[in-house]
């Protein structure tokens, strides 16, 4: 079992940055395949990015350029650095663990991951 608790969100003008933070309980878990995910009110959860156990990326086309995905064995945390915010970016923002290590393709699919965080609130001023 693993505890994920997000920090980092706030409000912030279009055009600004923003970097979240995940603390993750287990060491083990942070060789997983960890994510980010977003859900904006009315719609359905999707998948922002991952990072597999080898630390290879994978980002949704939406952020693509403006989004970098990271961990920190050190700190035991996941961390998502966001530049060039717009308005649509606005959303809960939450981490996600998966049960396994993977060195294959970094998944953003929400129905491969097990453990979630509660999120924090990302809003993007226009």
């Known amino acids: 079992q693993v505890q994920l608790m997000e920090s980092g969100g706030g409000s912030v003008q279009a055009g600004g940055s923003l970097r979240l933070s995940c603390a993750v309980s287990s060491s083990t878990y942070m060789r997983n395949n960890l994510g980010w995910f977003r859900q904006a009110p009315g719609k359905e959860r999707e998948g922002v990015a991952a990072i597999n156990s080898g630390g290879s990326t994978g980002y949704a086309d939406s952020v693509k350029g403006r989004f970098t995905i990271s961990k920190d064995y050190t700190k035991n945390r996941l961390y998502l650095q966001m530049d060039s915010l717009k308005p649509e970016d606005t959303a809960m923002y939450s981490c996600?663990?998966?049960?396994?290590?993977?060195?294959?393709?970094?998944?953003?699919?929400?129905?491969?991951?097990?453990?979630w965080g509660q999120g924090t609130q990302v809003t993007v001023l226009s």
């Open positions: 996600a663990a998966n049960k396994r290590v993977n060195f294959g393709p970094p998944t953003i699919f929400r129905e491969d991951y097990t453990y």
